[in-house]
């Protein structure tokens, strides 16, 4: 065989093997929400912090609890041109999971909004991750 | 001296709450553009006491003649009875203009009052709502045309016909 076929061939084969030309893994972009406190009233992270779906990302907001909340709780993403409910859901205590709130196009603008379970009381200083 | 101060904030917000009702007082373009470079250069919030969802309306009826919009347009169709619980008087200013800049994005795209929604847009990004922050820079590149602002505008068309729906509900004049 000849040496440049076989130069070829062997190119190949790693790049089989190795994935090359293959599509890049989609890099969601993280925030860490530090100290959040929520209460049995619903209000936004950080005083109405806009967040927006990044480019880099497959288009979904997700969050997780980064230490194990200490009450079930309830996350939302609103619009943020008119506090519409995009989608969200509850979280029960000790779960540290990614939470899928809703899918939008690069550049949807939202707010993230949470509360605890009715009956339950506030929960203070518990720290969230924001996947966008 | 206390009198005529109060006075003067009963109109300042009565002006507000009749101007978010029936439209907008910064319909002629020199007050929005006015307006728009008043709020580009207004300093930044600090945050404050909670405000229950059911006087968010009218804290935001307050502040809205602060905010320009393009002429027909209201801020009446945010959802704050609907989306409940509490918001931050920055809170509520940062989601009006939020409102504003879809609706200057819909008013030039749609060939409405386009000179005066180029100069107000050109604001945009110097808003007190996300001055500085990466939603700023995010917004300075939708405003000036760059490939996020299709996605944009549709949620901006979206978010508009909803608008619509809610104030309507509730016996309010709908935006343009």
């Known amino acids: ?73 309830v996350i939302s993403g609103n619009t943020c041109m008119d506090l519409y409910y995009l989608g969200g859901g509850s979280i029960a205590a000790g779960n540290t999971s990614y939470l899928n709130l809703f899918s939008g196009s690069p550049g949807a603008c939202f707010v993230l909004r949470g509360r605890t379970a009715i009956g339950s009381g506030a929960m203070y200083n518990h720290d969230g991750r924001l996947k966008r | 001296m206390k009198r005529f101060i109060g006075a003067a904030l009963v109109a300042a917000l009565t002006a507000g709450t009749v101007a978010a009702a029936t439209g907008h007082g910064a319909g002629a373009s ?70 504003a800049v879809c609706q200057w994005l819909r008013a030039r795209r749609d060939g409405r009052e386009v000179g005066v929604a180029e100069r107000v847009l050109a604001t945009v990004p110097s808003w007190p709502a996300w001055r500085g922050t990466e939603e700023g820079g995010v917004l300075k590149e939708i405003v000036g045309g760059g490939p996020l602002l299709d ?9 508009r016909a909803r608008e619509v729906e809610y104030a309507s509900s509730r016996g309010l004049p709908p935006t343009r």
């Open chain 1, 1 to 73: 065989m000849d040496r440049r076929v076989r130069r070829g061939l062997v190119l190949a084969l790693v790049c089989a093997l190795f994935g090359a030309g293959a599509a890049p893994a989609r890099a969601q972009v993280l925030t860490d929400l530090t100290d959040w406190n929520l209460t049995e009233s619903v209000s936004a992270w950080g005083g109405g912090t806009q967040f927006h779906i990044s480019q880099s990302g497959d288009g979904w907001a997700a969050f997780r609890w980064l230490d194990s909340p200490a009450k079930t709780t």
């Open chain 2, 30 to 99: 020199g007050d929005a553009l006015t307006l728009a470079s008043t709020l580009a250069s207004a300093p930044a919030r600090i945050v404050s006491e909670p405000v229950p969802a059911e006087r968010a309306r009218l804290v935001a009826d307050a502040h809205a003649a602060a905010v320009p919009l393009p002429a027909g347009g209201t801020f009446s169709g945010i959802r704050w009875e609907q989306a409940g619980g509490q918001f931050g008087r920055a809170e509520i200013a940062a989601v009006l203009e939020y409102n």
């Open chain 2, 151 to 159: 996605g944009v505008l549709a949620d901006c068309d979206a978010a």
